[in-house]
T-cell receptor, first 113, second 112 residues
Framework: GQSLEQPSEVTAVEGAIVQINCTYQ??????LSWYQQHDGGAPTFLSY????GLEETGRFSSFLSRSDSYGYLLLQELQMKDSASYFCAVRVDRGSTLGRLYFGRGTQLTVWP | KAGVTQTPRYLIKTRGQQVTLSCSPISGHRSVSWYQQTPGQGLQFLFEYFSETQRNKGNFPGRFSGRQFSNSRSEMNVSTLELGDSALYLC???????????FGQGTRLTVV
């Protein structure tokens, strides 16, 4: 089966830095993505790591270590609007389309003033 | 540029009925995927369509089916509804590439 583990909840204050970890065990691996979902909203794409290393996009960074089956999302200079659920997702199919994404159960981030 | 549009947004059905959900992808996106989101199981892959062909299928019973039309619009159908089918059904479209899915707002299905 496919397994993605991430913490269920994280809390932090405005301006702080928070790291959300994700470990995975999947039948195939063709990249790790992160999505944000606000209550009642659609998941929105944050970042993608196809190769080992760090990807930076503004206040958000994502890291991947394929040898450790591990990745993390780093959120800096937290703002109240960052309060949301964050999902890691593994792409398990090779090919030109997105294929199947397997999602973690999500990490609820609460940012306090 | 319009995003992914799903209709209807909310639906209430009775056990045993069937339902059809619709998804219009972002213009130019040929790949459409469907996901079911529940508090108990999280986000689970249902199917993926590309150029009117089902490319991948998740681990759901045959009551769940879908199709894609020549304009890339997609529908999914659930027959013989069960209480456990109550969920948020999300459609996502993507360009010809493996990195990013654009999700719609979803259809909230309640089976009573």
């Amino acid at each position: 089966g496919q397994s993605l583990e991430q913490p269920s909840e994280v809390t932090a204050v405005e301006g702080a830095i928070v790291q959300i970890n994700c470990t995975y065990q999947t039948s195939g691996f063709y990249g790790l993505s992160w999505y944000q979902q606000h209550d009642g909203g659609a998941p929105t794409f944050l970042s993608y790591n196809g190769l080992d290393g760090l990807e930076e996009t503004g206040r958000f960074s994502s890291f991947l270590s394929r040898s450790d089956s591990y990745g993390y999302l780093l959120l800096q200079e937290l703002q109240m609007k960052d309060s949301a659920s964050y999902f890691c997702a593994v792409r398990v199919d090779r090919g030109s389309t997105l294929g199947r994404l397997y999602f973690g159960r999500g990490t609820q981030l609460t940012v306090w003033p | 540029k319009a995003g992914v549009t799903q209709t209807p947004r909310y639906l209430i059905k009775t056990r045993g009925q069937q339902v059809t959900l619709s998804c219009s992808p972002i213009s130019g996106h040929r790949s459409v995927s469907w996901y079911q989101q529940t508090p108990g199981q999280g986000l689970q892959f249902l199917f993926e369509y590309f150029s009117e062909t089902q490319r991948n299928k998740g681990n759901f019973p045959g009551r769940f089916s879908g199709r894609q039309f020549s304009n890339s619009r997609s529908e999914m159908n659930v027959s013989t509804l069960e209480l456990g089918d109550s969920a948020l059904y999300l459609c996502a479209s993507s360009l010809d590439g493996p990195t990013e899915a654009f999700f719609g707002q979803g259809t909230r299905l309640t089976v009573v």
